[in-house]
């Protein structure tokens, strides 16, 4: 196996070029003017500060209230875990186990999966690389549909509840909870996925997973 870079050849992340180098000049594409970097500037550097920006939020997305319901004389403040208590004990087991996966899990995962990617890069580790490569694809995949973790949060607990309480408000955490998923999605957007090839030896390539 030879990898571009070392024979000296460059794709452009846009149009899929191949070139030999970017224009002299203006560092540019010749065909489609995306700036043309043979590895992501300061890919670990990067989506690590992302990342760690992504777990700090992550604190009070799950400690501040997410929503404050009335009606009176009922007034409630639910933490996203309160909330999903709540929605369990009320029957809504479904619902529950949706905002659960949606607003928890996946952004744990997601994190989890980031940090496993990073960490990994920063040993120079040759370890399972297509698996790497697999999970970083899922990674960028979920986060296409990111912003719908902070809609299902905002909206559908709410939703259910709209039949007995008055007024529903988002709480302080809705937030710090939309910096998680935002941060997530810069870190691995910064992330630079053929790094995690750098360090891998021409034999890995015909490993088994
Ligand atoms: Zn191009």
């Not at 399972?128 to 809609?151: A, C, F, I, Q």
């Amino acid at each position: 196996m030879t990898r571009a870079i070392e024979i000296g050849l460059v794709a452009c992340e846009s149009c899929e070029l191949v070139m030999r180098a970017a224009d002299p000049i203006t560092g540019t594409c010749p065909r489609c003017g995306e700036r043309i970097d043979r590895r992501k500037p300061n890919s670990l550097g990067r989506p690590l500060a992302f990342l760690i920006a992504a777990a700090a939020l992550y604190v009070p997305a799950n400690t501040l209230p997410i929503m404050v319901t009335e009606q009176f004389p009922l007034h409630r403040t639910d933490t996203i875990l309160s909330g999903i208590a709540f929605l369990w004990s009320e029957g809504s087991w479904l619902l529950a186990a949706l905002v659960f996966s949606a607003s928890v899990l996946v952004p744990m995962l997601k994190l989890a999966a980031m940090g496993v990617l990073l960490f990994t890069s920063a040993r120079r580790s040759s370890w399972r690389p297509r698996g790497r490569t697999k999970l970083y694809r899922v990674l960028e995949t979920v986060g296409h549909w990111s912003m719908l973790d902070v809609m299902v949060v905002a909206l559908l607990a709410a939703v259910v509840q709209l039949g007995r309480f008055a007024s529903i408000e988002p709480g302080p955490a809705l937030i710090p909870f939309a910096g998680v998923v935002l941060m997530t999605m810069l870190a691995s957007a910064s992330f630079d996925p053929r790094a995690i090839w750098d360090h891998v030896g021409p034999r890995s390539v015909h490993e088994r997973e």
